[in-house]
């Protein structure tokens, strides 16, 4: 059964404390991607990997930090240095390369961060 | 001048009726382009894909594109309750950090189908 795992569902944050959120796919996507959503707006890009062993920085960044170690598992960190971490969090994948096809995302089911 | 813009709405049509669904975008060199359905509190499904000008069908989803305007829309026909979500419009950024793939999302518009 092909697809993204996103773990845990529901992550608890104190203040000051590192996270990390697990996403994993079988789709043997090349490119996997990171995305932030809070209430009412749209869908803003953390960082973005297009092979293993190579990521480069979406428009929010900082405070945030990602491995690409496996084809399938792109992890990302949340820093303390992230100050407002309070998001629904959504990782993505994607064929890589040009034409018609190859860059549509599918996500998986999210990971809703709250720091208390 | 935003990217990617999308009526906010709530957008309320009645059960069986044509929702329209609009979404202009600002780089004319832009060659995706993507309609996502969100349902409160889960995440985007991917629900249509086009790449060339005019209709594309499938089912009762229509997407148009008119790359001239820069405006693509999303028609769905004999609306249901279970249509009820929120549409998020996405183009593709040509030459983001060297990638074709990464995409920009509008904000989205929450359609609200009343039986």
């Known amino acids: 059964d092909g697809g993204i795992t996103q773990s845990p569902k529901y992550l608890f944050r104190k203040e000051g404390q590192n996270v990390t959120l697990s996403c994993e796919q079988n789709?043997?996507?090349?490119?996997m991607y990171w995305y932030r959503q809070d209430p009412g707006q749209g869908l803003r890009l953390i960082y973005y990997?297009?092979?293993?062993?190579?990521?480069q920085k979406g428009d929010i960044a900082e405070g945030y930090s990602v491995s690409r170690e496996k084809k399938e598992s792109f992890p990302l960190t949340v820093t303390s240095a992230q100050k407002n971490p309070t998001a629904f969090y959504l990782c993505?994948?994607?064929?890589?390369?040009?034409?018609?096809?190859?860059?549509?995302?599918?996500f998986g089911p999210g990971t809703r961060l709250t720091v208390l | 001048q935003k990217e990617v813009e999308q009526n906010s709405g709530p957008l309320s049509v009645p059960e069986g009726a044509i929702a329209s669904l609009n979404c202009t975008y600002s780089?004319?060199?832009?060659?995706?382009f993507f309609w996502y359905r969100q349902y409160s509190g889960k995440s985007p499904e991917l629900i249509m894909s086009?790449?060339?000008?005019g209709d594309k069908e499938d089912g009762r989803f229509t997407a148009q594109l008119n790359k001239a305007s820069q405006y693509v829309s999303l028609l769905i026909r004999d609306s249901q309750p279970s249509d009820s979500a929120t549409y998020l419009c996405?183009?593709?950024?040509?030459?983001?950090?060297?990638?074709?793939?990464?995409?920009?999302f509008g904000k989205g518009t929450k359609l609200s189908v009343k039986p």
């Open positions: 990997s297009q092979i293993v062993n190579d990521f």
């Open positions: 993505a994948s994607s064929m890589a390369g040009q034409g018609m096809g190859l860059n549509e995302q599918f």
């Open positions: 780089d004319r060199v832009s060659q995706s």
């Open positions: 086009i790449y060339s000008n």
């Open positions: 996405a183009v593709n950024r040509r030459n983001y950090g060297g990638s074709q793939g990464n995409l920009i």
């Open positions: 789709l043997n996507h090349d490119a």
